[in-house]
Antibody
Framework: QVQLQESGPGLVKPSETLSLTCTVSGDSISSYYWSWIRQPPGKGLEWIGYVYYSGSTNYNPSLESRVTISVDTSKNQISLKLTSVTAADTAVYYC??????????WGQGTLVTVSS | QSVLTQPPSVSAAPGQKVTISCSGSSSNIGNNYVSWYQQLPGTAPKLLIYDNNKRPSGIPDRFSGSKSGTSATLGITGLQTGDEADYYCGTWDSGLSANWVFGGGTKLTVL
């Protein structure tokens, strides 16, 4: 069965760059769109953006100036970089598979706290 | 402020039926398929309904979805205490660029 596992630092200082990796196991990442979605504590879901296995991307306009999502097909991994973070970026970050009209697979999520 | 509007909370007794609405516009719900996600406390969201009214394998038929115009509805019958969760609708928004959008979420309480 396909599984998604997020990894990366749980604590990031303000103004620095948040970097996360999602490792996909059980299937190739080819032929799918891969998304990052976040959820601040006690709040709802916010779509960050997606990357196609070919490398093409699309980002939430509210985050576009600070976000980069990339794919490494050789490692079956998707990466997220979010620059100039503030406390408002504290959230659980989910890696997810986007298939046509639905998000059909989610990672377990990883909490990233922005604090000095 | 979410692009898709959901009631913050709904509640009903065990065994009863509840509906959760999701309101959008022609750039999202009106011209795209809607999906629904269940998030149990402390867990990642899970796909519940896709393409407006289809259920992934393993999802009981107590859960149903429908869409009319620029609104969608999730229905849950035979409520169980294990259905207490947050529910989110989601769809594409084909505005200036194709973005995925979620509703603000609805907390279901089974009294």
């Amino acid at each position: 069965q396909v599984q998604l596992q997020e990894s990366g630092p749980g604590l990031v200082k303000p103004s620095e760059t948040l970097s996360l990796t999602c490792t996909v196991s059980g299937d190739s990442i080819s032929s799918y769109y891969w998304s990052w979605i976040r959820q601040p504590p006690g709040k709802g879901l916010e779509w960050i953006g997606y990357v196609y296995y070919s490398g093409s991307t699309n980002y939430n306009p509210s985050l576009e100036s600070r976000v980069t999502i990339s794919v490494d097909t050789s490692k079956n991994q998707i990466s997220l970089k979010l620059t100039s973070v503030t406390a408002a970026d504290t959230a659980v970050y989910y890696c997810a598979r986007l298939v046509a009209t639905k998000v059909d697979l989610w990672g377990q999520g990883t909490l990233v706290t922005v604090s000095s | 402020q979410s692009v898709l509007t959901q009631p913050p909370s709904v509640s009903a007794a065990p065994g009863q039926k509840v509906t959760i609405s999701c309101s959008g516009s022609s750039s999202n719900i009106g011209n795209n398929y809607v999906s629904w996600y269940q998030q149990l406390p402390g867990t990642a969201p899970k796909l519940l309904i896709y393409d407006n009214n289809k259920r992934p394998s393993g999802i009981p038929d107590r859960f149903s979805g429908s869409k009319s115009g620029t609104s969608a509805t999730l229905g849950i019958t035979g409520l169980q205490t294990g259905d207490e969760a947050d529910y989110y609708c989601g769809t594409w928004d084909s505005g200036l660029s194709a973005n995925w959008v979620f509703g603000g979420g609805t907390k279901l309480t089974v009294l």
